[in-house]
């Protein structure tokens, strides 16, 4: 709708129209958030969650993928501190940079064959 309809169609002053129209402003930001929400954040809350359980089930021997995209195996777990296993380097990464959890590589192997 162009201005001027609006303004043709807009109630007479006094009559209650500002009310309606900040009612009906109120319910659209509602149905907007309630769609932002439902669609973007609620999804992404749930995948964090599931990433942080994973992350607390993290064991000696399993591969993981860091956000820097090394790949390795983990031979120590201290806190928030782990040890892995990368060609023939050991690096030391918190645990929160770890951005994939594979199945040990000896594990996948033998499900395979």
């Not at 929400?37 to 999804?43: G, K, V």
């Not at 993928?65 to 040890?83: A, C, F």
């Not at 940079?97 to 594990?107: F, G, H, K, N, Q």
């Amino acid at each position: 709708m162009t201005l001027a309809s609006l303004l043709l169609f807009a109630p007479p002053p006094g009559s209650g129209g500002d009310s309606r129209m900040i009612i009906s402003f109120m319910v659209q930001m509602g149905l907007i958030f309630a769609i932002v929400y439902f669609m973007m954040i609620r999804p992404r809350m749930k995948q964090e969650k599931k990433h942080r359980e994973k992350l607390g089930l993290l064991k000696k021997g399993d591969e993981v993928v860091t956000t820097g995209g090394v790949i390795g195996e983990v031979i120590h777990l201290k806190d928030d501190r782990i040890t892995i296993k990368s060609g023939e380097s050991r690096l030391v990464i918190q645990r929160d940079r770890i951005s994939d959890i594979r199945a040990p590589a000896t594990t996948e192997g033998a499900a395979a064959s």
